[in-house]
């Protein structure tokens, strides 16, 4: 079992930033990647960013590309997303995942889920 706990969500202004991050215990050693999504009221869950463990290597929706970065502290099992230039579309509750597979981009992939947290961001 794998075990994610989010932090770092809250209310910020448009334009302001936030960094979120996911602390993993567990069997980690398991996992291949790391994934934040998101779900807004009223709106699917959509993928935000995923990191593989062992390259660093990064995906990153269209809708974020430029503006948050994700990234990793292996000897931490932490990942964290950097939110910068937050607008109000951005505002969800946001989940940090584990998957053992290599189809990074959909929620079907990951088998482990943080309870989430809410990102507010006001206009």
């Known amino acids: 079992q794998v075990q994610l706990v989010e932090s770092g969500g809250g209310l910020v202004q448009a334009g302001g930033s936030l960094r979120l991050s996911c602390a993993a215990s567990?069997?980690?050693?398991?996992?291949?990647?790391m994934g934040w999504f998101r779900q807004a009221p009223g709106k699917e869950r959509e993928f935000v960013a995923s990191?593989?463990?062992?390259?660093?290597?990064?995906f990153y929706a269209d809708s974020v590309k430029g503006r948050f970065t994700i990234s990793r502290d292996n000897a931490k099992n932490t990942v964290y997303l950097q939110m910068n230039r937050l607008e109000p579309e951005d505002t969800a509750i946001y989940y940090c995942?584990?998957?053992?597979?290599?189809?990074?981009?959909?929620?079907?992939?990951?088998?482990?889920w943080g309870q989430g947290t809410q990102v507010t961001v006001s206009s």
């Open positions: 990191i593989i463990w062992s390259t660093a290597g990064t």
């Open positions: 995942a584990a998957t053992d597979s290599t189809w990074l981009a959909s929620d079907t992939s990951y088998g482990y």
């Open positions: 567990g069997r980690t050693f398991r996992t291949y990647a």
